[in-house]
């Protein structure tokens, strides 16, 4: 599927701690999210997590996961965020263009997201990105995949 929708903006004031569902979130060129602590954090200035991914560890016995819970910030549903790729190009409601720059993450130790989730599933599926146009997103925006990334193109080319 090569777009959905976002279920939750989700920020929060400290790095490696569950995130707060707000109602809305700014997204700032070359910045992130004004108001979270990963604002300006190089290349991982927005986190993503698909819902089907939360619903993964809700099936395995962990409930009361909440928006947020796994670190993230937009929190999407309907959009296959495992199949993106580094240099994949998002567009979130009308105006903000991300591009994906990680899959994944390494942890180097277990933070409180481990302890109070249970498990973390965003160094196996969480994706992150940079603003490329900002703009205000929350709950209910459209989530799509605009372009494939360069190396995709780039292989295509080739055959």
Same mark, same amino acid.
């Given at each position: 599927?090569?777009?959905? /929708? ?7 004031? +400290? ?11 700014? #997204? ?20 993503? *997590? ?11 016995? #962990?409930?009361? *996961? ?5 670190? /993230?910030? #937009? %929190? ?13 190009? *998002? ?5 903000? %263009? %991300? ?25 196996? +599926? ?5 603003? #490329? ?12 995949? %605009? $372009?494939?990334?360069?190396? $995709? ?7």
């Amino acid at each position: 599927m090569t777009s959905g /929708e976002v279920v939750a903006v989700c920020v929060s004031a +400290e790095k490696h701690v569950q995130k707060e569902e707000v109602e809305e979130v700014l #997204l700032v060129e070359d910045l992130g999210i004004r108001g979270d602590a990963h604002a300006g954090f190089g290349h991982r200035q927005v986190s993503l *997590l698909a819902e089907e991914s939360v619903d993964k560890m809700r099936a395995m016995g #962990l409930e009361g *996961l909440r928006p947020g819970a796994f670190g /993230e910030n #937009l %929190l999407t549903r309907g959009l296959e965020l495992t199949r993106l790729k580094v240099g994949d190009r *998002l567009r979130v409601g009308k105006d903000i %263009l %991300l591009e994906v720059t990680q899959i994944g993450k390494e942890c180097v130790e277990r933070c409180a997201i481990y302890y109070a989730a249970g498990d973390c599933i965003m160094p196996r +599926e969480g994706i992150f990105a940079r603003v #490329l146009k900002g703009g205000t997103a929350k709950a209910g925006d459209r989530i799509e995949v %605009l $372009e494939e990334g360069p190396r $995709e193109r780039e292989a295509e080319e080739e055959k």
